[in-house]
């Protein structure tokens, strides 16, 4: 089945960008979706990229998707402190459940 | 528009109990699923209801887990004679078919 795998923790700087990398194994995964969890708080959809596409622009998120590597990442441009959560990578072939990587920590300094 | 609601939002049970969580997704979602999010496992799947098909259970980690989904709107996760490691929050997501996935808030459970 499906594994995906994150790096558990990364701490920048505000006003730096942060890229949170993601890599997943099956290559019938079409929908790539990248979530937030705040402290306390459900998972908050972020963005998501279907495997025919490269890349998604959203206001000061950048999703890269590396078909070929099985590589996904997110960039948030200018990170503030209110960007500080668990940022979760997760795979679907479209009407299946999601699976999830173990999350990232993302912690920005003041 | 209104999100997925769960209710309650926090739970605590002595072990041995049976529970109920309920979900309510987004109007007009035919795509329901709950998931667990615990320390040790990450958030991992249970059970999956797509319009009037029969749910995919393969998530379920025991037979004490069963979920039922009425009029294909309101969900119950039903978890029978809890254990302490039945401890974690229980989201569910809906969705259109094919389509992203929207979580409610989460139940926490906590056995003692």
């Known amino acids: 089945g499906e594994d995906v795998e994150q790096s558990l923790f990364l701490s920048v700087r505000e006003g730096d960008s942060s890229v949170i990398n993601c890599t997943y194994t099956?290559?019938?995964?079409?929908?790539l979706y990248w979530y937030k969890q705040e402290p306390g708080a459900g998972l908050q959809l972020l963005t998501y990229i279907f495997s025919n596409m490269d890349m998604k622009q959203d206001q000061r998120l950048t999703v890269l998707l590396n078909k070929k590597d099985k590589h996904l990442s997110l960039r948030i441009a200018d990170t503030q402190t209110g960007d500080s959560a668990i940022y979760f990578c997760?795979?679907?072939?479209?009407?299946?459940?999601?699976?999830f990587g173990k999350g990232t920590r993302l912690s920005v300094i003041a | 528009g209104a999100g997925v609601s769960q209710s309650p939002s926090n739970k605590v049970t002595e072990k041995g109990k049976d529970v109920e969580l309920r979900c309510d997704p987004i109007?007009?979602?035919?795509?329901l699923y709950w998931y667990r999010q615990s320390l040790g496992q990450g958030l991992e799947f249970l059970i999956y209801?797509?319009?009037?098909?029969?749910?995919?259970k393969s998530g379920l980690p025991s037979d004490r887990f069963s979920a039922e989904r009425t009029g294909g709107s309101v969900s119950t996760l039903t978890i029978q004679r809890t254990q302490q490691e039945d401890s974690a929050v229980y989201l569910c997501a809906s969705s259109l078919l094919g389509s992203e996935q929207y979580f409610g808030p989460g139940t926490r459970l906590t056995v003692t």
């Open positions: 997760a795979a679907s072939e479209g009407n299946t459940p999601l699976v």
């Open positions: 209801f797509q319009g009037n098909s029969a749910p995919d």
């Open positions: 099956d290559s019938s995964s079409t929908y």
């Open positions: 109007s007009g979602h035919t795509a």
